[in-house]
């Protein structure tokens, strides 16, 4: 019995002669025959998986990472108003700046601190660098701190130390205009949001109703400006007289708790809050009257353009009717000179082109000018009336 065994190309033969051999030679020739073969099969099959495309790892390409899914970032619209915001304020607001800063600036956001102890309209205005607010470690005057700083939207609570002692609320109002003047006058564009001059306790030396006079006063004068809001974050902190509350005061006259000023903070969120809904429909509603003046607009174009093409039509109308009378008047001239011996001269019809005494009136005879046509009558060649 023969045994051929071929793999790509080559070739193993086994020649068994069952009749030469003996039974124990044969047992171990038939296990190093499928020694040889096993080992020739598995080396096959080996370089085939190595060469084969599908399986090949290609070690000079990089093996694909999983991208990690995106998660998208949802910004919180309170939070990026108050990053295009500023706040100034003397001594009450430089506690709310410390708060906001303890807090990991979570209440007031990444919103631009101008406070400074003792700041007031009058060193402000008398440029006075120890009390002046700073920007980047930089004293500056309120309206070059809001200018340098790019902010669209500023918080102002001021006033405190323009009525300490005897200083009178009317005295302080006129300052705080003067001062409000002074930065839009340098940022004509920027929103200003008046915050009330916060309430004082019994006996403080800030007189707690000129406090409420005050206050008055800058609520009514913000009806006066388009970019002007009064913000009351007073009555959050009033008690039922009116004063500041106890619990909420730090020193039983004018400076405020941390409960206070996270009072304060969760105020001013909630009036931004309300404010940008407003400015939405506010939005909505002008998006609204111009899309529907456009619209009339658009409708008074459009039917003048209608009337502009109906007048074209009824021109053209017009100018074909003239041009088909004047081709059937000269269709009747030139019947006219068929009549025998006679030539007659268009002289324009008066009535309407009817064939009979009215339309014969339009042709003289170029022989002799009368409206004598001899033997042949041209109402009989028109069918008259």
Not at 37 to 56: E, K, L
Not at 208 to 237: E, G, H, R, S
Not at 368 to 379: E, H, L, M, R
Request: proline share 4%; glycine share 6%; charged share 20%.
């Amino acid at each position: 019995m023969n045994f051929v065994i071929s793999h790509q190309g080559g070739l193993i033969t086994c020649f068994w002669g069952m009749y030469e051999m003996n039974r124990t030679n044969c047992k171990s020739v038939i296990k190093k025959l499928i020694l040889s073969v096993a080992a020739t099969v598995f080396a096959a099959a080996f370089a085939t998986v190595i060469n084969t495309d599908v399986y090949a790892l290609d070690t000079t390409q990089p093996l694909p990472q999983e991208l990690p899914e995106q998660v998208p970032v949802v910004v919180d619209p309170v939070d990026a108003f108050l990053a295009q915001s500023a706040f100034i304020g003397n001594s009450v607001g430089d506690g709310l700046t410390m708060y906001n800063n303890a807090k990991g600036k979570v209440p007031l956001g990444n919103a631009v601190m101008l406070t400074r102890v003792s700041y007031s309209f009058y060193s402000d205005s008398a440029s006075n660098t120890r009390y002046l607010p700073r920007l980047n470690g930089v004293p500056m005057r309120a309206k070059d701190a809001i200018k340098n700083s790019g902010v669209s939207y500023v918080f102002i609570c001021m006033g405190t130390n323009d009525l300490v002692g005897s200083s009178g609320a009317e005295n302080a109002y006129e300052k705080y205009q003067q001062y409000i003047a002074g930065i839009l006058a340098d940022n004509p564009f920027v929103t200003i949001f008046i915050e009330s001059c916060t309430p004082t306790r019994p006996g403080s030396n800030v007189n707690n109703d000129k406090v409420k006079t005050f206050n008055a006063y800058m609520q009514a004068f913000c009806d006066t400006l388009p970019n002007l809001y009064y913000v009351d974050i007073a009555t959050p902190l009033s008690d039922a007289d009116g004063y500041l509350s106890a619990p909420l005061s730090s020193d039983g006259s004018v400076h405020l708790t941390n409960k206070a000023y996270e009072i304060w903070a969760n105020t001013i969120r909630a009036y931004i809050t309300n404010f940008l809904v407003a400015r939405s429909v506010a939005l909505a509603q002008q998006h609204e009257e111009e899309r529907a003046i456009a619209q009339a607009n658009y409708e008074a174009s459009m039917k003048k353009m209608e009337e502009k093409k109906q007048e074209a039509f009824k021109l053209s109308m017009q100018a074909k009717r003239e041009e088909e009378e004047a081709e059937e008047a000269r269709r009747k001239y030139e019947l006219l000179n068929v009549i025998p011996g006679r030539q007659f001269e268009y002289k324009g019809f008066d009535t309407d082109p009817w064939i009979g005494k009215s339309a014969l009136n339009a042709f003289v005879s170029v022989d002799d000018k009368t409206d004598t046509f001899g033997q042949t009558d041209p109402a009989v060649l028109f069918g008259g009336r």
